[in-house]
């Protein structure tokens, strides 16, 4: 995996539970960085996020270990070993550790890359990461020429471990999760007019999955049952569990229902309003 973080000179990265500074340019590489990847992050880091939601665009992977919680959005990791395990069912290049301290502390040796903006001034803060400059093992890889921001000179620079840690898991890989991250596309459905209410109720739950992808969160115990098995990756334990979906299933659903001919007309289907399917499902 790799991580992205900003520092100060002490390679300080918070205080008070909050970041030392914001600097757009840092912002928009983060961004960059970790759309459309498997961003992992303490409990406390999520709930630092705008609204305590997490992070659009992304797979979070949470690390919490309070009782059967559940985060719409997200899935929850109840210990570092049972997170380390999931991580391993992840290309190394899609995974992002995002903080907070102790979590960049943890996964430290793990990482094969850090992708690290520097700035250049003294933030006083209260929560800090290894020295890279310092470790055994960890050189620059790249960097960029100094920027400024408001008289704040920073860089990006990418460090690269030499021997990290390695991560396996008895599963599948995930190779892209693309049910996941695709983007939807509104849809238009002509609904059969029919009694049948397991049709009705399995399609309102693949067109959620599909819109609103882990709608419901991925609890774990659920984790622990799908590291039971060895035979799924995690994209399939997720699409069978109807917590994404794609086209495919969608389509597969129908040819399943095909002696369903009789019809109430077509339905316009987006993400922002799923009401129509909902009341369809329930009977209205």
Not at 166 to 179: E, V
Not at 205 to 214: D, K, N, T, V
């Amino acid at each position: 995996m790799k991580l992205i973080v900003a520092v100060d000179e002490k390679w300080g990265i918070g205080k008070n539970g909050d970041l030392l500074l914001s600097i757009p340019d840092d912002m928009m590489y983060y961004r960059t960085t970790t759309r459309g990847k498997v961003v992992v992050m303490g409990y406390t880091t999520l709930l630092s996020l705008p609204n305590s939601k997490p992070a659009p665009a992304r797979l979070n992977l949470v690390l919490a270990d309070i009782k059967d919680l559940r985060i719409p959005g997200a899935v929850v990791c109840g210990s570092m070993e049972q997170l380390l395990r999931l991580i391993g069912c992840f290309h190394p290049d899609d995974v992002f550790d995002v903080g907070g301290g102790s979590m960049y502390r943890q996964l430290l040796p793990y990482c094969s890359d850090a992708h690290i903006t520097k700035m250049c001034f003294d933030g006083e803060a209260d929560t800090f990461i290894p020295n890279l400059d310092e470790l055994d093992g960890w050189s620059v890889a790249d960097e960029s020429e100094l920027k400024e921001h408001e008289g704040l000179k920073y860089s990006f620079v990418v460090y690269h471990n030499d021997s990290p840690k390695p991560l396996t898991a008895a599963q599948k890989l995930s190779t892209n999760m693309s049910a996941y991250f695709k983007k939807k596309e509104p849809m238009t459905l002509t609904l059969p007019d029919t009694d049948d209410q397991s049709y009705r109720k399995e399609l309102r739950s693949l067109l959620h999955a599909y819109f609103r992808p882990l709608e419901k969160g991925l609890s774990a115990d659920e984790v622990a049952e799908f590291l039971e098995q060895d035979d799924l990756s995690f994209e399939d334990y997720l699409r069978a569990h109807h917590q994404i979906a794609d086209l495919a299933d969608i389509e597969a659903l129908t040819e399943n229902y095909g002696s369903l001919t009789d019809q109430t007309g077509a339905v316009t289907v987006d993400k922002t309003d799923l009401s129509a399917i909902d009341a369809y499902a329930d009977g209205k």
